[in-house]
């Protein structure tokens, strides 16, 4: 009861007019700058910095999580409508969130999108009021092995989404893995697949890759066919969520939020792998599995659940060990230190009206993006229409200066066109985007966490059974490779069910229709 006693008066402070005031500001600029391709919560939050000097603690975390959560559904905006993600965490978004724009259904995307983020956002704040001291704990009990496990699992989840081809899906996934190896080895300081450019040396920026493979691949794709194709104007179509809708999308809302705010609070979780895990979820629970790359509802608001479910669990690790688990995150800690605060296991006891104002601004700040982005909806959904020249020149500039604003580097631009190229060719050659994607976000990580295991453990290949977590989940992984062969078998041991038929006129019996039978 303590800590909902703190949180009613992190209430009183958090809704004087002032600070609702900076929330205000910080979800609008939050929103502001998800829509534009790489210029993410983090670098804004960042930029921000200096100007919240003169301004109380309070005020000044209050606007950077409204700024936290706007860019989360800022960023959901632009992968819907056209295809390119503002942030890493919005890959998966984008995959059937444009596809329904396409269908004339950008509004009910956006909608699922908004809501579930809303959802997700509630109940992730007020698991960090019940829970934040048993999940941070629970975070650090976990080692490299755990992690490792975790992650490789998500890698043989990936072949639930490889697409029709195998083939071409594994293809597409060890391009990713490829891309993911660019950069200066962890361990030995040497530099691999850098070809001597010195700005490969920090690998290739997630954002990057992603922009250039969805936008750019896009905008060239749709240029290649405009002559052949005449331009079609995409339909709007009905403003709100109907009722199929909604009954489609709480279940998916939930379930993000169950993927989201435990990986986020996990010190190397972050939102892209529960966005991805609550796609793959809700690709094997739906019902209607064959909406899946044509735009389901589902893979729009179970990922979107978890992302901000993730944002919320984020603060779960940084407020209570003062241990950032992302680059937002990390700003943010860098702001408290500023202003002389140290985040740590004593930081409740130190500072509990301003950390519980900091919490009681997330409510208030989710509630305020609903209120913003719910009605926008349908008239975001009308940019649709734009002329497709007009549209995609739009996009080429907005991708061309969010990828240029990741690291203020010219050589991001000559990436952006050669991962473009690439995204052109494997729409050409029938290659799936996602598996790249997520060999890029997952090769350098798993790379991390096995020699990281491994040299703890000197070497012994048996130290990545250690820890209780890395065994139940190897042991998911060898259920879900062992399930698929398992059920061959036994489908291949059935008796083939024959059937009696009555005799035909001719007394002969109906030969065609056993034969058919038997087939």
Same mark, same amino acid.
């Given at each position: 009861?303590?800590?909902?006693?703190?949180?009613l008066q992190?209430f009183?402070?958090?809704?004087?007019?002032?600070?609702?005031?900076?929330?205000?500001?910080?979800v609008l600029?939050?929103?502001?700058?998800?829509v534009?391709?790489?210029?993410?919560?983090?670098?804004?939050v960042?930029?921000?910095?200096?100007?919240?000097?003169n301004?109380?603690p309070?005020?000044?975390f209050?606007?950077?999580a409204g700024?936290?959560?706007g860019?989360?559904?800022?960023g959901?905006?632009?992968?819907i409508l056209?295809?390119?993600p503002?942030?890493?965490s919005?890959?998966?978004t984008a995959?059937?969130?444009?596809?329904m #724009?396409?269908a004339?259904? &950008?509004?009910? !995307?956006?909608?699922?999108?908004?809501?579930? $983020?809303?959802?997700? =956002?509630? +109940?992730?704040?007020?698991?960090l009021?019940?829970?934040a001291?048993?999940?941070?704990s629970?975070?650090?009990t976990?080692g490299?092995p755990?992690?490792? #496990?975790?992650?490789?699992? &998500?890698?043989? !989840?990936?072949?639930?989404?490889?697409?029709? $081809?195998?083939l071409? =899906?594994? +293809?597409s996934?060890?391009?990713?893995?490829?891309?993911?190896?660019v950069?200066?080895d962890?361990?030995t300081g040497?530099?691999?697949?850098?070809?001597?450019?010195?700005?490969?040396s920090?690998?290739i920026?997630i954002?990057?890759?992603?922009v250039?493979?969805?936008?750019l =691949?896009?905008?060239l794709?749709?240029?290649?066919?405009l002559?052949?194709r005449?331009?079609e104007?995409?339909?709007?179509?009905?403003?709100?969520m109907?009722?199929?809708d909604?009954k489609?999308s709480?279940k998916?809302?939930l379930?993000?939020t169950?993927?989201?705010?435990?990986?986020g609070?996990?010190?190397?979780g972050?939102?892209?792998l529960?966005?991805?895990?609550?796609?793959?979820?809700?690709?094997k629970?739906?019902k209607h599995?064959d909406?899946?790359?044509?735009?389901a509802?589902e893979?729009?608001?179970g990922?979107?659940a978890?992302?901000?479910?993730s944002?919320?669990?984020?603060?779960?690790p940084?407020?209570s060990?003062?241990?950032?688990?992302?680059?937002?995150?990390?700003?943010?800690?860098?702001?408290?230190?500023?202003?002389?605060?140290?985040?740590?296991?004593t930081?409740?006891?130190?500072e509990?009206?301003?950390?519980w104002?900091?919490?009681?601004?997330l409510?208030i700040?989710?509630?305020l993006l609903?209120?913003?982005?719910l009605?926008?909806?349908p008239?975001?959904?009308?940019?649709l229409?734009?002329?497709?020249?007009?549209?995609y020149?739009?996009?080429l500039f907005?991708?061309?200066l969010g990828?240029?604003?990741?690291?203020?580097?010219?050589?991001?631009?000559?990436l952006?066109?050669i991962?473009?190229?690439?995204g052109l060719?494997?729409?050409r050659?029938?290659l799936?985007v996602?598996p790249?994607?997520?060999?890029v976000?997952?090769?350098?990580r798993?790379?991390?966490?096995?020699r990281?295991s491994l040299?703890?453990g000197?070497g012994d290949?048996?130290s990545l059974?250690?820890?209780?977590v890395a065994?139940?989940v190897?042991?998911?992984?060898?259920?879900?490779?062992l399930a698929?062969?398992?059920?061959?078998?036994?489908?291949?041991?059935?008796?083939?069910?024959?059937?009696d038929?009555p005799?035909?006129?001719?007394?002969?019996g109906?030969s065609?229709?056993?034969?058919?039978?038997?087939?």
């Amino acid at each position: 009861m303590d800590n909902l006693n703190w949180l009613l008066q992190g209430f009183e402070q958090a809704a004087t007019p002032m600070n609702l005031l900076y929330a205000c500001i910080g979800v609008l600029l939050g929103t502001a700058v998800g829509v534009l391709p790489g210029i993410g919560p983090a670098m804004t939050v960042a930029l921000l910095l200096p100007v919240t000097y003169n301004v109380s603690p309070s005020a000044a975390f209050i606007m950077f999580a409204g700024i936290y959560y706007g860019g989360m559904y800022g960023g959901s905006t632009t992968s819907i409508l056209l295809n390119t993600p503002g942030e890493s965490s919005s890959v998966i978004t984008a995959i059937e969130g444009n596809k329904m #724009a396409r269908a004339g259904r &950008a509004a009910q !995307a956006l909608a699922t999108a908004a809501i579930g $983020s809303f959802v997700a =956002g509630s +109940i992730g704040t007020m698991l960090l009021v019940l829970f934040a001291p048993m999940v941070s704990s629970f975070a650090v009990t976990l080692g490299a092995p755990s992690y490792l #496990a975790i992650m490789l699992l &998500a890698l043989v !989840a990936v072949t639930a989404v490889l697409g029709s $081809s195998k083939l071409r =899906g594994c +293809i597409s996934l060890l391009l990713g893995l490829a891309i993911g190896l660019v950069g200066i080895d962890f361990l030995t300081g040497q530099p691999r697949a850098t070809f001597g450019i010195p700005q490969l040396s920090d690998g290739i920026d997630i954002v990057v890759v992603a922009v250039a493979v969805f936008a750019l =691949g896009e905008a060239l794709w749709v240029a290649a066919h405009l002559r052949r194709r005449p331009a079609e104007v995409i339909p709007v179509g009905r403003p709100w969520m109907g009722k199929k809708d909604w009954k489609r999308s709480w279940k998916p809302w939930l379930r993000g939020t169950a993927y989201g705010f435990p990986f986020g609070a996990l010190p190397a979780g972050g939102a892209e792998l529960p966005t991805f895990l609550s796609y793959i979820t809700e690709k094997k629970l739906s019902k209607h599995k064959d909406e899946f790359g044509k735009g389901a509802i589902e893979g729009v608001a179970g990922p979107e659940a978890a992302n901000n479910a993730s944002a919320a669990g984020t603060l779960v690790p940084m407020l209570s060990l003062g241990l950032p688990t992302n680059a937002t995150a990390a700003v943010m800690l860098t702001a408290f230190v500023s202003y002389g605060i140290q985040p740590g296991p004593t930081l409740f006891e130190k500072e509990p009206l301003l950390i519980w104002t900091l919490i009681a601004s997330l409510f208030i700040g989710n509630f305020l993006l609903l209120v913003l982005n719910l009605p926008l909806a349908p008239l975001w959904a009308k940019l649709l229409r734009t002329p497709r020249p007009y549209l995609y020149a739009g996009i080429l500039f907005f991708a061309a200066l969010g990828v240029f604003a990741v690291n203020l580097q010219w050589l991001d631009l000559a990436l952006l066109l050669i991962f473009g190229l690439m995204g052109l060719m494997m729409r050409r050659f029938g290659l799936p985007v996602l598996p790249l994607i997520i060999g890029v976000i997952l090769g350098p990580r798993i790379e991390r966490q096995l020699r990281q295991s491994l040299q703890l453990g000197g070497g012994d290949w048996g130290s990545l059974f250690t820890e209780p977590v890395a065994i139940i989940v190897y042991a998911i992984i060898v259920l879900l490779l062992l399930a698929p062969l398992v059920a061959k078998f036994i489908r291949s041991r059935l008796p083939v069910p024959t059937f009696d038929f009555p005799e035909g006129p001719s007394g002969d019996g109906s030969s065609d229709t056993r034969e058919k039978a038997h087939a």
